[in-house]
């Protein structure tokens, strides 16, 4: 068996308490928002990396939305924000590039290459949702000038855009490390198990 994804090497439960872990990080993503230094540091990129990468079927998506779209029907009224929103709507569709680079992943056993896909997704999110800021808000100045400034330092009187940046790199880096670690150890002990019970049977 050469896949190594929950779902080729895995039993049914696995996957299932897999997912469970999904929903629980997505669940208890919510950081005080008397923390700005905190910004942006979120297991989110992570979960779709993931769920992409080692889940299959209907799970691969099932999960990061309600471990996702769920909280955020909770969490988005304390920023006064609507998931129908324009920017929203960028962020979602940021969330599907990753969750489709975690698809490209899914064949891979090393954990070096899903913080790799971790890190180039933190850079495609913060691209995406800074140059959004960037066409759809009038301060700044339709130039490339004016989306360096989006990209780089933001809106003057806001947190720079580099500090979203480098809270989203840290815990893209950290959360994949972490989830990634966790789906590999539970596929290298499920087939063990396996071949345990099978040998117990046969004697």
């Given at each position: 068996?050469?896949?190594?994804?929950?779902?080729?090497?895995?039993?049914?439960?696995?996957?299932?308490?897999?997912?469970?872990?999904?929903?629980?990080?997505?669940?208890?993503?919510?950081?005080?928002?008397?923390?700005?230094?905190?910004?942006?540091?979120?297991?989110?990129?992570?979960?779709?990396?993931?769920?992409?990468?080692?889940?299959?079927?209907?799970?691969?998506?099932?999960?990061?939305?309600?471990?996702?779209?769920?909280?955020?029907?909770?969490?988005?009224?304390?920023?006064?924000?609507?998931?129908?929103?324009?920017f929203m709507l960028a962020t979602s569709f940021s969330y599907l590039l990753v969750f489709l680079l975690g698809k490209s992943l899914v064949k891979t056993k090393s954990l070096l290459r899903l913080v790799g896909g971790g890190i180039a997704g933190a850079l495609v999110f913060h691209f995406i949702t800074c140059s959004f800021a960037w066409w759809s808000n009038p301060a700044y100045a339709k130039s490339l000038n004016g989306l360096i400034q989006a990209i780089t330092i933001g809106q003057p009187g806001f947190p720079p855009a580099y500090l979203f940046l480098k809270n989203t790199m840290v815990s893209s880096i950290l959360f994949t490390s972490a989830i990634g670690w966790i789906a590999f150890r539970m596929q290298e002990s499920v087939p063990s198990t396996t071949a345990k019970a099978s040998a117990a049977g046969a004697s």
């Open positions: 068996m050469t896949e190594t994804n929950l779902h080729k090497k895995s039993p049914y439960r696995a996957q299932l308490l897999f997912v469970g872990l999904i929903l629980i990080i997505g669940f208890s993503r919510h950081l005080p928002l008397s923390n700005p230094e905190w910004l942006n540091f979120s297991p989110v990129l992570s979960l779709f990396l993931i769920s992409g990468a080692m889940l299959r079927g209907a799970w691969s998506w099932i999960a990061p939305i309600c471990a996702v779209f769920v909280t955020d029907l909770l969490l988005n009224p304390s920023y006064g924000v609507s998931l129908l929103e324009p």
